[in-house]
């Protein structure tokens, strides 16, 4: 019974390529997430989407471009891979937007070589 | 701008010790604060939410406080055991948005 649910867990590819990641929550919440957590281990948010609607854009390039078909599924593509984007990325849901108890998945650590 | 540091980022301890691990925010005007623990190649596990308006919160041998004046939260853990060890992340919610704003971590190793 995973509640969030990441896939692919691994991705490696080369610079320059274009790459999707699908999160999928059964939680039936409203609010889902993008976080990326860099080799120094920290965490910061990229993206929220609440309902279907964009909430939170926070300073990323705009070769990543998050996705959500429904409020169960939020996806993350990723145009012209560089180096530096190389990181785990954390999908996470809420019941709604505010100050609610998130869940994370378990993460997709992407290598761009 | 809010801020969130943990200190120590590594901490080491013998079996059996209570130990509290410290959380520090820069804006009192948080919603709520978040306790995470995350294993070594895995994902975020939740702990602990408390609200803002809670001083703490317990669940089973943690114990995690809020002291929004003082912009601190510790997370206690009694009787600590090996199956502890993990990184401890606190999280302050920003606002409406959901938006939450992670400390960096505290590795904890708890020896047998």
């Known amino acids: 019974d995973t509640a969030v649910s990441q896939t692919p867990k691994y991705l490696v590819t080369q610079m320059g390529n274009d790459k999707s990641i699908k999160c999928e929550q059964n939680?039936?919440?409203?609010?889902m997430y993008w976080y990326k957590q860099d080799s120094k281990k920290f965490l910061k948010i990229m993206f929220s989407?609440?309902?279907?609607?964009?909430?939170i854009n926070e300073t990323v390039p705009n070769r990543f471009s998050p996705k959500s078909p429904d409020k169960a599924h939020l996806n993350l593509h990723i145009n012209s891979l560089e180096l530096g984007d190389s990181a785990v990325y954390f999908c996470?849901?809420?019941?709604?937007?505010?100050?609610?108890?998130?869940?994370f998945g378990p993460g997709t650590r992407l290598t761009v070589t | 701008k809010q801020e969130v540091t943990q200190i120590p980022a590594a901490l080491s301890v013998p079996e059996g010790e209570n130990l509290v691990l410290n959380c520090s925010f820069t804006?009192?005007?948080?919603?709520?604060l978040q306790w995470f623990r995350q294993d070594p190649g895995k994902g975020l596990t939740s702990l602990l939410l408390?609200?803002?308006?809670?001083r703490e919160q317990t669940s089973g041998r943690l114990n995690a406080s809020l002291d929004k004046s003082s912009g601190r939260s510790t997370l206690y853990i009694a009787a600590s055991q090996p199956g502890d060890s993990a990184t401890y992340l606190c999280?302050?919610?920003?606002?409406?948005?959901?938006?939450?704003?992670f400390g960096q971590g505290t590795t904890l190793q708890v020896k047998p």
């Open positions: 408390i609200q803002s308006s809670q």
């Open positions: 999280a302050a919610h920003g606002g409406s948005s959901g938006k939450l704003i």
């Open positions: 996470a849901s809420s019941q709604d937007a505010g100050s609610y108890e998130q869940y």
């Open positions: 804006d009192s005007a948080i919603y709520n």
């Open positions: 939680l039936g919440h409203d609010t």
């Open positions: 989407y609440n309902n279907k609607e964009l909430i």
